[in-house]
């Protein structure tokens, strides 16, 4: 495959049309067309869906994540050779690379930012150009989506299924505990004694099908599958919270109950509030592993990428 054919691809996908990614890449719109017809023909599969933004065939996702990692290893072996790499590129302009990942919310508040510091201001060695990093901030049990799309060149994900074309990487535990203010827990009580529950006991379990839970967005599963645990429907009022650190403040503001990572919680490392929750009776600790997938292809960032995240999740995990 002609890596201008490769390169008009990921262009075109990242743009949305070919109109777009000629202007990009200073070429005609025909020209555009021309190539991609040209890497259809080589492929023997249509790989674009000539929509307004284009959308990908299934074989075109599996040409676009082999273009992204062939574009990455010919820019960063330009680079080295000092020959300079793509200058259309993402972050071409800057004088540094895009590094797209994948990476759950909390994580992200929590473990991973120290990540984001080091891999980010990262000394590089002589020839080797700088990264920026672009997170796309995705639900663990989803991040892996994108990888498989070759959206990203490494996920934080729950799989353990690891996409064609890369690796995984064991990273260790997340763990999740049923939380509601101490406040909260003392009125739903109350009014549990106030229709003849065991007056003046927290260990019996609560009638959660009336009792408000907070979810982090419509991907996120850990509240209801602690649900229905204990009652078949799984049902509750559900208010929705989708900022990991806003999440966390509407548990302990009393919204209604959550599963909050233990790593929030108060007097750790990375701590969203100040005060101690109470636990919801009758639930569980949820635990959830974390892999990083990654490309195989050699390429410095995604190395420097890798033991970043190796070092931290040891750390926290």
């Known amino acids: 495959m002609d890596i201008e054919q490769l390169r008009t691809l990921v262009t075109v996908v990242d743009e949305g049309t070919f109109d777009r990614a000629a202007a990009r890449l200073h070429v005609s719109a025909p020209a555009v067309s021309q190539r991609i017809k040209a ?3 080589q492929t023997g599969h249509v790989l674009v869906q000539r929509v ?22 010919h820019n960063d072996a330009m680079e080295h050779l000092g020959l300079g790499g793509d200058p259309n590129g993402p972050g071409a302009a800057t004088g540094r690379r895009q590094l797209p990942v994948a990476v759950n919310a909390d994580s992200l508040a929590t473990w991973f930012r120290p ?39 490494a996920a934080v994900t729950t799989s353990e299924r ?26 739903l009580t109350d009014q549990a004694d106030g229709r003849g529950g065991d007056k003046g006991s927290t260990d019996s379990a609560l009638d959660l099908s009336v009792v408000p839970v907070v979810v982090f967005n419509d991907k996120d599963d850990l509240q209801h599958h602690q649900l229905r645990r204990v009652q078949a429907d799984g049902a509750a009022p559900e208010h929705r919270v989708p900022s990991s650190e806003a ?27 100040t005060e101690d929750f109470a636990r919801v009776p009758g639930l569980e600790d949820d635990t959830v592993t974390l892999f990083l997938q990654r490309w195989k292809t050699p390429l410095p960032a995604l190395d420097r990428l890798e033991a970043s995240v190796r070092k931290y999740a040891d750390m926290y995990l």
């Open 39 to 41: 890497l259809e023909t």
């Open 52 to 73: 307004v933004p284009v959308r990908l065939t299934e074989p075109g996702t599996e040409v676009l994540r082999l273009a992204r990692q062939v574009l990455a290893l």
């Open 115 to 153: 990540v984001l510091a080091e891999v980010g201001s990262a000394v590089v060695a002589p020839g080797q150009v700088p990264v920026t990093v672009r997170l796309s901030v995705e639900d663990q049990d989803h991040s892996l989506a994108l990888l498989q799309a070759g959206t990203v060149a």
């Open 162 to 187: 690891t996409v064609t074309g890369c690796r995984s990487i064991a990273l260790g535990e997340m763990v999740y505990e049923p939380c509601l203010s101490a406040t909260l827990l003392d009125r």
């Open 247 to 273: 999440f966390i403040r509407a548990v302990a503001d009393g919204l209604g109950w959550g599963m909050v990572p233990r790593l929030q919680m108060a007097r750790s490392p990375f701590a969203a509030v």
